[in-house]
Antibody, heavy 126, light 107 residues
Framework: QITLKESGPTLVKPTQTLTLTCTFSGFSLNSKGVGVGWLRQPPGKALEWLALFYWDDDKRYSPSLKNRLTITKDTSKNQVVLTMTNMDPVDTAAYSC??????????????????WGQGILVTVSS | AIQLTQSPSSLSASVGDRVTITCRTSQGFSSTFAWYQQKPGQAPKLLIYDASTLETGVPSRFSGSGSGTDFTLTISSLQPEDFATYYCQQFNSYLFTFGPGTKVDIK
């Protein structure tokens, strides 16, 4: 049974750095074709992908935010950590982590998010 | 950067209606596409991957189609539990992009 849970501050001040931790169970991030990603959703707005840590230690970031994001993993703790620097009120959102799985159909390979955490609402305000 | 658009942005429909949502990408080359359903206060749920493959456990009234730059999610007969927001997602070069969403509500 795959589960993921986000933890971290729910209130940060502008210019501060946000650090969020995703603690997961039911799978190994060392398993081929697996990833753990971070996504966010401002209240009433659309989903936005932020970053993903792949099973082979590859890390990818949203092009629009890559200068502010760092994703790391702690294998011993089954955790993936996201840091986002220089927080701004527009970054107020529910931040979620999700399990991503590689699926290949007729030679077409893709990664998809099939299990999600409950999300954590982070408010940026002074 | 890749841009996804969805149309319509919202629609009102009745139970039993056939509903079609379109997703268009600015760059479809070497990409795969998925559709997610999100209900208020819940995490998104994967419905369809590789544009047309139904995720295990998803009702067969959901279907996906498309290729290149245009993709479609169809609900053949809308059920009360289908009122939600639907997002398309593109995977390309190990990066992900989500569409702006289509909200389906009750007429």
């Amino acid at each position: 049974q795959i589960t993921l849970k986000e933890s971290g501050p729910t209130l940060v001040k502008p210019t501060q750095t946000l650090t969020l931790t995703c603690t997961f169970s039911g799978f190994s991030l060392n398993s081929k074709g697996v990833g753990v990603g971070w996504l966010r959703q401002p209240p009433g707005k659309a989903l936005e992908w932020l970053a993903l840590f792949y099973w082979d230690d590859d890390k990818r970031y949203s092009p629009s935010l890559k200068n502010r994001l760092t994703i790391t993993k702690d294998t011993s703790k089954n955790q993936v950590v996201l840091t986002m620097t220089n927080m701004d009120p527009v970054d107020t959102a529910a931040y979620s982590c999700a399990h991503s799985v590689r699926i290949t159909v007729a030679g077409r390979m893709g990664y998809y998010f099939d299990y999600w955490g409950q999300g954590i609402l982070v408010t940026v305000s002074s | 950067a890749i841009q996804l658009t969805q149309s319509p942005s919202s629609l009102s429909a009745s139970v039993g209606d056939r509903v079609t949502i379109t997703c268009r990408t600015s760059q479809g080359f070497s990409s795969t596409f998925a559709w997610y359903q999100q209900k208020p206060g819940q995490a998104p749920k994967l419905l369809i991957y590789d544009a047309s493959t139904l995720e295990t456990g998803v009702p067969s009234r959901f279907s996906g189609s498309g290729s290149g730059t245009d993709f479609t999610l169809t609900i053949s007969s809308l059920q009360p539990e289908d009122f939600a927001t639907y997002y398309c997602q593109q995977f390309n070069s190990y990066l992900f992009t989500f569409g702006p969403g289509t909200k389906v509500d009750i007429k």
